[in-house]
């Protein structure tokens, strides 16, 4: 079969959640036996979200091969296990940078370059490269966005002209939002109407519509949708607020919009054994899970989508374990010593959470602290896992004035132990980093190799069978003690003092062995208490969650008994 390109673009409102529909389309082709990829083009300028303020943007996911992503990209790899790389995210900044560097070799021949056709052909060849590379059956791109965006527009340009290239090839989906006015007791799809002119206006036709709601449409709503807007009725289905993200998917397929997809495209309509039974034994264990177990998240964003990836993982590990996971944001800036204990006592187990810069890290190294004195299960992630070695430091090694160098970058003098006032960086940066001075794209990105210490709980962790599904191991499938992960950090353990730790308790479990830096600490005699420099939580998805997550919330769940 000839690839076969689905467009997802938004209307109305930002917000609808085009992430999770897109998500939710590739999981349902897959599911029919599709090979699947799904990318994201954002009309920023930024070259990617790694630069920017996760209160702007929430969460930067990383991909496999290093680039940082959208958090939507976490959701494709949630839903579909997709292993997803630098051609499944592209910004408006990458597709000029490509196109200014293309002039400045002289590929254009002296031709005047402009957005049309220049821009919009970069974008085409980006949606176009994903199959090229790959047979992909179906290449689903999402165009971040909501129409009528003046950045948005030649993207739609592009997908305008592919869709009339392509013919049957292609198909465009539009998410819309039907609002309910209670004042007048009515659903409004006067915006969808208006959105779909737009849409129009830019010479694009939608082939299929999703009404997002909050409340059941009745058929009459989507039947007038359909007649207003040129669609088929068939064509029409809603996305009413579910419980849980992940019910989408089967909302979707028993509307049937797997097979108006198809349909449209003139695909078979062919079924896989299998098909969506893990997803279905999922929900099934997801509404099962009543019990709760009460998880501290130890970061310094109070805003949801700033730990997405985390609090993802947590939730689907808790329900493989039969249990509810009740997160429990707890601002680091707030945290002090004389109110650590109210704020920590009452959780099964405390995660904390990655970042960058100064603010807030004291209040996690005091939570750490107490994790570790108190004995509650507590996982480090990235600047978590550099703030518990820094703790360990302090508090048992004796270097009172311990810390990493992003804290304090200049160089001091020696070391000395006791009441000394000279600065100890137990996190540093390599060598061959001191040079780096530009930001965007410089760190220790993408995954990375990770020897297991035999007979460390991390160890244990990996090695053990979790869910039904067989799991791969990190990011390789059963790759014994070698794990991959991903990785998003500028500083490294401080080598020269791995003999000190090691001696007094804290153990180097996991090392890369290229370049011989410790990726994972652990306190053995602690009930869990596991720092990792990698994120493990970009490689959790639904059907195989990761097993340190598994493990670390089992131990949440023995600790609360
Ligand atoms: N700021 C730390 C570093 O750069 C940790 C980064 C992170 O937590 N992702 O090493």
Request: charged share 25%.
């Amino acid at each position: 079969m000839e690839t076969k390109y689905i467009f997802v673009t938004g209307g109305v409102v930002s917000s609808l959640g085009k992430g999770i529909i897109s998500a939710s389309i590739g999981k349902l082709l897959q599911a029919r036996g599709y090979k699947v990829t799904i990318q994201k083009f954002d009309p920023y300028i930024n070259i990617d979200p790694g630069t920017l303020n996760p209160y702007e943007h929430g969460e930067c996911y990383v991909t496999v091969d290093g680039m940082e992503t959208d958090l939507d990209l976490g959701h494709y790899e949630r839903f579909t296990d997709i292993k997803t790389t630098r051609n499944n995210s592209v910004t408006t900044g990458r597709i000029y940078q490509a196109v200014i560097e293309k002039e400045r070799r002289g590929d254009y021949l002296g031709k005047t370059i402009q957005v049309v056709p220049h821009i919009t052909d970069e974008i085409k060849r980006c949606i176009k490269e994903n199959a090229s590379h790959d047979h992909f059956d179906f290449v689903i791109s999402e165009i971040g966005g909501t129409i009528g965006d003046i950045e948005s527009a030649p993207f739609m340009e592009a997908i305008r002209q592919l869709r009339w290239e392509m013919g049957r090839n292609a198909v465009n989906i539009h998410l819309t939002y039907v609002p309910y006015l209670r004042a007048a007791g009515e659903f409004k799809t006067k915006p969808t109407q208006h959105s779909v002119k737009e849409l129009q206006s830019m010479g694009i036709q939608p082939d299929i519509l999703i009404l997002r709601t909050e409340h059941h449409l009745e058929d009459a709503i989507l039947h007038k949708v359909a007649s207003f807007c040129n669609v088929e009725p068939e064509c029409v289905v809603q996305s009413e607020d579910m419980a849980s993200i992940y019910e989408v998917p089967v909302n979707m397929q028993h509307q049937g919009l797997d097979i108006a997809i198809l349909r449209k495209l003139g695909a078979p309509l062919q079924l896989e054994s299998g098909g969506l039974v893990s997803w279905y034994h999922f929900l099934h264990l997801q509404q099962e899970a009543k019990e709760e177990v009460h998880i501290g998240l130890v970061g310094k964003y109070d805003l949801q989508d700033a730990y997405k990836s985390i609090r993802e993982s947590l939730s689907l590990a808790a329900i493989y374990c039969g249990r509810k996971a009740k997160i429990h944001f707890i601002n680091s800036e707030e945290i002090t010593a004389q109110n650590v204990a109210e704020k920590l006592d009452k959780m099964a187990g405390i995660v904390i959470c990655p970042g960058f810069g100064q603010r807030g890290i004291e209040g996690k190294i005091i939570a750490v602290e107490y994790g570790r004195t108190h004995d509650i299960p507590t996982f480090g992630i990235c600047l978590g896992m550099q703030m518990m070695v820094i703790e360990f430091a302090r508090n048992v090694l004796g270097y009172k004035d311990a810390n990493s160098a992003e804290m304090r970058p200049t160089p001091q003098p020696l070391p000395e132990k006791e009441g000394s006032n000279h600065w100890v960086n137990v996190i540093d940066l390599m060598e061959e980093q001191k040079s780096i001075t530009q930001m965007g794209g410089t760190m220790r990105l993408g995954a990375y190799d990770c020897q297991l210490v035999e007979g460390s709980k991390v160890y244990e962790a990996y090695m053990q069978p979790t869910v039904s599904t067989p799991l791969p191991i990190g990011e390789g499938q059963g790759g014994g003690s070698v794990i991959k992960e991903r990785h998003r950090h500028r500083y490294e353990f401080n080598n020269k003092y791995r003999e000190e730790y090691e001696a007094a308790g804290m153990k180097c479990v996991g090392i890369n062995p290229a370049a011989d830096l410790v990726e994972i600490v652990e306190i053995p005699e602690k009930k869990w208490y596991i720092g990792t420099q990698f994120h493990p939580e970009y490689s959790s998805t639904v059907l195989h969650p990761h097993p340190l997550f598994m493990s670390f919330v089992r131990a949440c769940i023995d600790n609360s008994k």
